[in-house]
C-alpha cells in the first residue's frame, strides 16, 4: 500500500507539472494516479489528482468534463473533511464558472475558496482567490470592488514575492487598468507579467493580454 501511495503521488505530481504546458501528459497521469487512488481507497490522493485533473481540462477549455470532476471531487472532499482539497477545487470550480460567463456563481464559489484557505492559513491561494474576484466584478461592471480585490492582491503579491503568483495578479491587474482608461499602467504590469512567467502557457497568457493592448 506505501509503494501504491508513493506511486499515486508521482503520478498526480507529474499532472500538476505537466498541466498547462503538457495537457495530453497530465491527463494521462491524472487519471492513472486517480483509478489507483480509488483501488487502495486513498481519498486524499484522489482528491488531489481530480484537482489537477479539473485545471488541466479548464486550461483547454473542456469545461463540461471538468465541472463533472469538481462537483464528484468536492463530494469526495467533504466526505473525508479535506479541507484544502476542497479549497482547491473551489478555486477550479470558479474557473469554470468565470469561463462560462457564470460571474456571480464564480464570485459566490471563491469567495467560500479564499475563507478554506484563510482557515489553513495559506499564503499563497488567498491572493489568487481576491485577483480572481476582481476580474469576476470588473465583468460585471463593478469596477469599484474589482479595484478593491486587485488591489488587495496586489499589495499581498508584492509582500509575498511569488513568480507564479505574482504574474497571474500582474495580468489581472493590467487588464482592469486598461478598462480604466490606464493604458500606460497597464502596460507596466503586462510587461512585469512576462518578466515573472513560470510557464509556457503563463507566458502566452501575458503577452496575448500585451497583444491586445495594442490591437485595440
Known amino acids: 500500500a506505501t509503494d501504491d501511495t508513493t506511486r499515486i503521488m ?8 505537466y498541466k498547462f ?6 491527463l494521462y497521469y491524472g487519471y492513472k494516479a486517480v483509478a489507483l487512488a480509488e483501488q487502495i481507497n486513498f481519498p486524499k490522493g484522489e482528491a488531489d489528482a481530480i484537482q489537477h ?3 488541466t481540462l479548464n486550461s483547454m477549455g473542456n469545461y463540461t468534463k471538468g465541472l463533472q470532476l469538481a462537483l464528484e471531487a468536492l463530494n469526495l472532499a467533504d466526505q473525508h473533511k479535506l479541507t484544502k482539497e476542497k479549497a482547491l477545487l473551489m478555486l477550479s470550480l ?4 468565470y469561463a462560462t460567463t457564470e460571474y456571480k456563481r464564480a464570485i ?3 469567495k467560500e475558496s479564499n475563507l478554506l484557505f ?14 480572481y474576484l476582481g476580474s469576476a466584478y470588473l465583468m460585471l461592471g463593478q469596477i469599484d470592488s474589482s479595484l478593491y480585490y486587485n488591489q488587495l492582491a496586489n499589495k499581498s503579491a508584492a509582500l509575498l514575492n511569488t513568480n507564479w503568483v505574482s504574474n497571474i495578479v500582474f495580468i489581472h491587474y493590467g487588464q482592469l487598468q486598461e478598462k480604466m482608461g490606464n493604458t500606460d499602467t497597464a502596460l507596466i504590469y503586462l510587461i512585469k507579467s512576462v518578466e ?16 491586445e493592448l495594442y490591437s485595440r
Do not use: E, M, R
Open 196 to 211: 515573472k512567467a513560470q510557464s509556457a502557457f503563463w507566458l502566452f497568457a501575458s503577452t496575448y493580454s500585451i497583444a
Open 108 to 110: 459566490s464559489t471563491w
Open 53 to 55: 485533473l479539473v485545471v
Open 94 to 97: 470558479g474557473d469554470i464558472y
Open 21 to 26: 504546458d503538457k495537457p495530453d501528459s497530465a
Open 10 to 17: 508521482l503520478q498526480d505530481d507529474l499532472c500538476n507539472i
Open 118 to 131: 484563510d482557515s489553513l492559513h495559506d499564503k499563497y491561494f488567498p491572493i489568487l482567490c481576491q485577483t
